[in-house]
């Protein structure tokens, strides 16, 4: 399989391994970048963009990574944050006064406000229909006391943050995304694509028997929470030019793992937001049940925390994260939906180079 980009020399292995990766990916292509020490160390993209291998995967090929965007929408709300135009601990009502849960701002952004599901049978269309899809969620009922757990908010956790930009700023949040974040800092990331940008889109593969068992043995509440409205699984659905142009801000994110790992690497180093707010979003509440993902976790305000760093996966096996035990910032995006191992072991590769334990 040959393999696109450049690594620093002391990172000629990382090569390999992703030549290996990209080789047992029967369907579409991935990238994969790390930033060390001030510099691009690792720089890679191979594979091809199609199912029908007819179109090489390029340096500027966007690809969705699912719940890798969820930082990218909590980033919206935390710019408001720092600006002082939002309230962490406001009620969600201040600036959504139809929405019935009592939750505040920090509570969405941490995954502990209970709105995981629509208990309303709502059709695909209300991914295409922003005012439809917020009508239900202010009317939802959450799934525990806000704040009393935590649970992922798998599809609707950029409509509650979204909202929360429109009312504020006016903007859709892919624009905000777009014109306040990205777009300042060359990050080749974007929710809801315009017409340009199509055509720079890989295809979702790998929607297998596998990885539906996989999605079978997993708690009853994600199952819930993924299926309603339909389509979020679909690869009917996920390569329509419908769904990459629509604003679902919680999966449906579009870019490369170079504008994924920047986006890390700038946060970290107070580009994106202040220190204060990079130190709110890096506080967790603890280790503790996850409700809808099953297993434990620790949420920040839109990240994982974990004692080496912060960052998010997505499923199908894409992620992005922020190593603060080893100073680097590293993403993976594949267009070939399976497992994590693939971007562990190109991650484990890199931690050996720098000399840092396993994961």
Not at 49 to 54: E, K
Not at 132 to 148: D, F, H, T, V, Y
Not at 201 to 226: C, H, K, M, N, W
């Amino acid at each position: 399989m040959v393999v696109h980009g450049a690594v620093a020399r002391p990172f000629s292995r990382v090569r390999e391994v992703f030549a290996d990766v990209l080789a047992g990916q029967p369907g579409t292509g991935a990238s994969f970048a790390v930033w060390h020490d001030g510099a691009w160390v690792v720089d890679l993209w191979g594979g091809y963009a199609d199912a029908g291998h007819t179109r090489p995967w390029e340096q500027d090929t966007l690809v969705m990574p699912y719940s890798v965007t969820k930082p990218f929408a909590a980033l919206c709300v935390l710019t408001l944050v720092d600006r002082g135009l939002v309230d962490l601990d406001a009620p969600m009502r201040r600036y959504w006064p139809e929405l019935r849960a009592e939750a505040s701002v920090r509570d969405v952004l941490s995954h502990r406000a209970g709105l995981v599901v629509l208990d309303e049978p709502a059709p695909e269309a209300a991914f295409y229909d922003w005012e439809l899809m917020c009508s239900l969620l202010a009317r939802q009922e959450p799934a525990w006391s806000p704040g009393a757990a935590q649970g992922e908010s798998a599809l609707f956790y950029g409509h509650l943050l979204g909202q929360v930009v429109r009312r504020v700023d006016g903007r859709p949040v892919g624009r905000f995304l777009r014109e306040e974040v990205c777009g300042p800092h060359d990050l080749d990331f974007h929710i809801g694509l315009e017409d340009a940008e199509l055509a720079r889109v890989a295809d979702l593969t790998g929607f297998d028997a596998a990885f539906r068992a996989s999605q079978e043995a997993t708690p009853e509440l994600y199952r819930r929470a993924i299926a309603n409205p339909p389509g979020a699984r679909d690869p009917r659905v996920l390569n329509g030019p419908r769904w990459r142009q629509a604003e679902v801000p919680a999966v449906n994110g579009h870019g490369t793992a170079r504008a994924v790992a920047g986006f890390y690497e700038a946060l970290a180093h107070g580009r994106l937001v202040g220190a204060a707010v990079v130190e709110e979003l890096t506080r967790g509440c603890g280790v503790g049940p996850e409700l809808v993902i099953g297993g434990e976790r620790e949420w920040g305000l839109g990240v994982v925390l974990d004692p080496d760093g912060y960052g998010m996966g997505g499923v199908g096996g894409s992620f992005g994260w922020w190593s603060e035990v080893g100073q680097y910032a590293v993403a993976f995006l594949t267009g070939h939906i399976g497992d994590h191992d693939r971007g562990e072991r190109l991650e484990a590769e890199v931690r050996e180079v720098l000399g840092l334990p396993p994961l």
